[in-house]
Antibody, heavy 117, light 107 residues
Framework: QVQLQESGPGLVKPSETLSLTCAVSGDSISNGDWWSWVRQSPGKGLEWIGEIHLHGTTNYNPSLKSRVTMSLDKSENQISLRLMSVTAADTAVYYC??????????WGKGTTVSVSS | DIQMTQSPSSLSASVGDRVTITCRASQTITNSLNWYQQKSGKAPKLLISAASSLQSGVPSRFSGSGSGTDFTLTISSLQPEDFATYSCQQSYSIPYTFGQGTKVEIK
């Protein structure tokens, strides 16, 4: 059974870059199709950030596209998220998920990121 | 973007009750609709994909129906472990979008 674990700094200063990593275990990321990032702001619903295919193709939410970069490292079996120029509105729990067949069927536990000076 | 609207936003029910949650899309999404369960402080869990396909390991008391713009998640007999927030998500077009969630609470 695939397991995902997000990691990264819990606190980021405004205008800086948020960088998160999602380590995948129990399966190779090369066996999946797409890998997604989703976030949830305090008390709010879920927001899809984007996805990356095992061959490197990406799709991003247009609302974040100018600030987002996703990548994957097959040798390390992990995916990464970078979000530039963060503001308080980017404070959220960030999840990575295995996505394939147009569904997200495996999720990490999430990592909380706060944006504050 | 396709807007997903759930109703109600919250409900109170008793163990054994039949519970129905509705999700409406702002445009047709055929059957490209997933349902997730999220317990407090936990990650979402996929329950149903493609509007009505129950995921492996999910109890049969959960069912989904609908197509086009209107969808329903039904819990036939609510169990204590079902108290959670349920969210729909369209996978028809990017950006994929979620409903605001329906919180199911104990009456």
């Amino acid at each position: 059974q695939v397991q995902l674990q997000e990691s990264g700094p819990g606190l980021v200063k405004p205008s800086e870059t948020l960088s998160l990593t999602c380590a995948v275990s129990g399966d190779s990321i090369s066996n999946g199709d797409w890998w997604s990032w989703v976030r949830q702001s305090p008390g709010k619903g879920l927001e899809w950030i984007g996805e990356i295919h095992l061959h490197g193709t990406t799709n991003y939410n247009p609302s974040l596209k100018s600030r987002v970069t996703m990548s994957l490292d097959k040798s390390e079996n992990q995916i990464s998220l970078r979000l530039m120029s963060v503001t308080a509105a980017d404070t959220a729990v960030y999840y990575c998920a295995r996505a394939g067949g147009y569904k997200m069927d495996g999720w990490g536990k999430g990592t909380t990121v706060s944006v504050s000076s | 973007d396709i807007q997903m609207t759930q109703s109600p936003s919250s409900l109170s029910a008793s163990v054994g009750d039949r519970v129905t949650i509705t999700c409406r899309a702002s445009q047709t999404i055929t059957n490209s609709l997933n349902w997730y369960q999220q317990k407090s402080g936990k990650a979402p869990k996929l329950l149903i994909s493609a509007a009505s396909s129950l995921q492996s390991g999910v109890p049969s008391r959960f069912s989904g129906s609908g197509s086009g713009t209107d969808f329903t998640l039904t819990i036939s007999s609510l169990q204590p472990e079902d108290f959670a927030t349920y969210s729909c998500q369209q996978s028809y077009s990017i950006p994929y979008t979620f409903g605001q969630g329906t919180k199911v609470e104990i009456k």
